[in-house]
C-alpha cells in the first residue's frame, strides 16, 4: 500500500515537472543537460523531467524602461540634466538568454552615452526644439546594437531637459525682454496705424469738403447763369411787348404823354433828393426837352 502511494507521489511530480503551460505574450527557454534545446511557445507544452528545465523566462510585451537621469554637456559648454523612458521588446527569446547576461542593463546603458554623445552634438537652444530629433538618434543606435540580443527598440523619449538655474533665469530674463520688445513693436505699429488712419480720414475730408465747396460755387454760379438769363429774357420780352405798342395806332401817341409824365417825374424828384439841383443848360425849355426824348422814341421802331 504504502509502495503504491509512493509511485502514485512519484507519478503524480513526473507529471507537474514535464507539464508546462506557457501563457500568452511569454516565452520560456528550455535547457537540456545544460544546453540550450527549445523556446517553448504559449499554450501545453512537455518536457522531460529532471533532464529538461526552464532556464529563462521573457515577456514579449513592450516593455517601458525608466533611463535614470544624468548630465550631459552640449556643444556650447553648458550642463544639461536629462532622463528618458525607453520602450522595447524582446523578439528573439534564444538571444535575449544567451546574448547578452543583462540586456536590461545593457540597454540602460546604451541609451544613456548614446543620448550624451547626441547632445554633445548640439547647442542648448538646439536640444529644446530638436527632442523628435535625439529621440530618433538615440533609437536608431540602440536597435542597431540590440539585436544581437534578441531585443527590439521601439522608441525613446524624453521626459526632461532640465539646465542650471543660472541658465534658467537667463532664458527667463530673454524671453521676458522678447515679449516686452514684441510688446514695443506691436505698440509702435498701432500708433503707426492710428497716425495713418487719422492722415487718410482727414485727406478724405479734405477731398469730400473741396467737392462740395466746389459743387457749392458750381451751383451758385449756374444759379447766377440762370438768373441773368431769365432777367435779360424778362428785358427782351418787355421791350418786344413795348415795340409791339408803339407799332400800334396810336402808340406813339402813347408813348408821348408816358415820356413827358416821367420827364416831369423825374425833374421833380431830383428837386427833393438833396440841397444841390443839377439843372441842364436849357431847363426852361420843358418842351424841347420832352420834344428831344420823343424824337428818340420816334427813331426807334425804324431802326
Same mark, same amino acid.
Given at each position: 500500500m504504502i509502495s503504491t502511494l509512493v509511485l502514485f507521489a512519484a507519478a503524480l511530480v513526473f507529471v507537474l515537472q514535464a507539464v508546462r503551460v506557457v501563457p500568452q505574450q511569454s516565452a520560456l527557454v528550455v535547457e537540456r543537460l545544460g544546453r540550450f534545446h527549445a523556446v517553448l511557445k504559449p499554450g501545453l507544452n512537455i518536457i522531460i523531467p529532471f533532464v529538461d528545465r526552464v532556464a529563462y523566462r521573457h515577456s514579449l510585451k513592450e516593455i517601458p524602461l525608466d533611463v535614470p537621469s544624468q548630465i550631459c554637456i552640449t556643444r556650447d559648454n553648458t550642463q544639461?540634466?536629462?532622463?528618458?523612458?525607453?520602450?522595447?521588446?524582446?523578439?528573439?527569446?534564444?538571444? +535575449?538568454?544567451?546574448?547578452?547576461?543583462?540586456?536590461?542593463? +545593457?540597454?540602460?546603458?546604451?541609451?544613456?552615452?548614446?543620448?550624451?554623445?547626441?547632445i554633445g552634438k548640439m547647442e542648448l537652444d538646439k536640444t529644446f526644439e530638436e527632442r523628435d530629433e535625439i529621440n530618433t538618434s538615440v533609437v536608431a543606435a540602440l536597435d542597431e546594437a540590440a539585436s544581437s540580443w534578441g531585443v527590439k527598440v521601439l522608441r525613446y523619449?524624453?521626459?526632461?531637459?532640465?539646465?542650471?538655474?543660472?541658465?534658467?533665469?537667463?532664458?527667463?530674463?530673454?524671453?521676458?525682454?522678447?515679449?516686452?520688445?514684441?510688446?514695443?513693436?506691436?505698440?509702435?505699429?498701432?500708433?503707426?496705424?492710428?497716425?495713418?488712419?487719422?492722415?487718410?480720414?482727414?485727406?478724405?475730408?479734405?477731398?469730400?469738403?473741396?467737392?462740395?465747396?466746389?459743387? +457749392?460755387?458750381?451751383?451758385?454760379?449756374?444759379?447766377?447763369?440762370?438768373?441773368?438769363?431769365?432777367?435779360?429774357?424778362?428785358?427782351?420780352?418787355?421791350?418786344?411787348?413795348?415795340?409791339?405798342?408803339?407799332?400800334?395806332?396810336?402808340?406813339?401817341?402813347?408813348?408821348?404823354?408816358?415820356?413827358?409824365?416821367?420827364?416831369?417825374?423825374?425833374?421833380?424828384k431830383l428837386a427833393k433828393t438833396g440841397n444841390t439841383l443839377i439843372l441842364p443848360a436849357n431847363a426852361g425849355d420843358v418842351a424841347g426837352l420832352v420834344a428831344t426824348a420823343l424824337s428818340v422814341v420816334k427813331q426807334a421802331p425804324k431802326s
Open positions: 544639461l540634466k536629462v532622463d528618458g523612458i525607453l520602450y522595447f521588446q524582446v523578439t528573439d527569446p534564444q538571444r +535575449a538568454s544567451y546574448g547578452s547576461s543583462d540586456y536590461i542593463m +545593457a540597454i540602460t546603458q546604451l541609451a544613456q552615452t548614446t543620448l550624451r554623445s547626441v523619449e524624453i521626459k526632461d531637459l532640465v539646465p542650471p538655474q543660472e541658465i534658467l533665469h537667463a532664458m527667463q530674463s530673454q524671453i521676458t525682454a522678447e515679449r516686452e520688445k514684441r510688446a514695443l513693436i506691436a505698440a509702435s505699429e498701432g500708433r503707426k496705424q492710428e497716425q495713418i488712419n487719422i492722415a487718410a480720414g482727414q485727406r478724405e475730408a479734405s477731398i469730400q469738403k473741396s467737392e462740395g465747396e466746389m459743387q +457749392a460755387a458750381i451751383n451758385t454760379a449756374q444759379g447766377e447763369a440762370e438768373a441773368l438769363r431769365l432777367v435779360a429774357d424778362a428785358n427782351a420780352h418787355a421791350l418786344r411787348a413795348v415795340a409791339q405798342a408803339i407799332a400800334e395806332p396810336s402808340g406813339i401817341e402813347a408813348v408821348n404823354l408816358k415820356v413827358a409824365e416821367q420827364y416831369v417825374e423825374a425833374f421833380a
